[in-house]
């Protein structure tokens, strides 16, 4: 456990130095056909709570989150959204404006991966193929840099969106979780996808 975080936040101060230089000289460290993907900025703050916080986009299935100015620049001065316990990079489009963010976070101890999360912030934006693009990318950004086996991601059931971009990306069902939680007055039961390394694309086919 140890040498594999040695190695993630070694590879972590690599990318952060890398995509600093890169947005310096105008450019994005990840570009896809649609999207790009890119560490959030002490510029992004204001804007990202403001939509994190927007409840008439939330939509059925995401939880009740409030991000308060203070603890949301917090988490950036100490980690900058983007550490060994979880992290995220910003959805933007190719003007720069952001359109979501795909995240990841730890499971259990014996799991040697990551959960993955995914939204984009504005009705208007979604179905056009933003996120699927997104998670193609992280997916093999992860798997490509960090010592890692596998990768999953879960949605609720009936929240067929989140498990149309899952299958789309390669994600394969694994099973499906009973009582994870109970979310606005409703027990919640959630599906589970996963992809293990030999699976995952390279990133430079992608690019």
């Known amino acids: 456990e140890s040498k594999v975080k040695m190695s993630f936040n070694k590879v972590c101060l690599v990318f952060i130095s890398i995509t600093r230089y890169s947005m310096e000289k105008g450019d994005i460290m990840i570009q896809g056909k649609l999207i790009n993907l890119r560490i959030m900025e002490e ?62 976070f730890p499971t259990t101890k014996y799991i040697n991966g990551y959960e993955l999360g995914y939204q984009i912030f504005k009705s208007e934006h979604r179905n056009k193929g933003y996120v699927s693009e997104a998670l193609k990318l992280f997916t093999a950004f992860m798997f490509e840099y960090f010592n890692i086996t596998r990768l999953q991601i879960c949605m609720e059931v009936g929240n ?36 293990i390394r030999r699976e995952a694309p ?4 992608l690019l």
């Open 43 to 104: 510029r992004d703050l204001e804007h990202y709570i403001h939509l994190t916080n927007d409840y008439n986009e939330k939509g059925e299935f995401f939880p009740a989150i409030i991000r308060t100015p203070s603890a949301t620049k917090r988490i950036f001065a100490e980690t900058g959204f983007f550490s060994a316990e979880g992290g995220r990079m910003l959805i933007v489009n190719k003007y720069d404006e952001i359109l979501g963010y795909v995240s990841f």
């Open 160 to 195: 067929d969106p989140s498990e149309h971009v899952a299958k789309k990306c390669g994600y394969q069902y694994e099973g499906t979780m009973r009582n994870v939680c109970e979310l606005n007055g409703r027990m919640v039961h959630n599906k589970l996808y996963s992809m």
């Open 202 to 205: 390279f990133l430079k086919d």
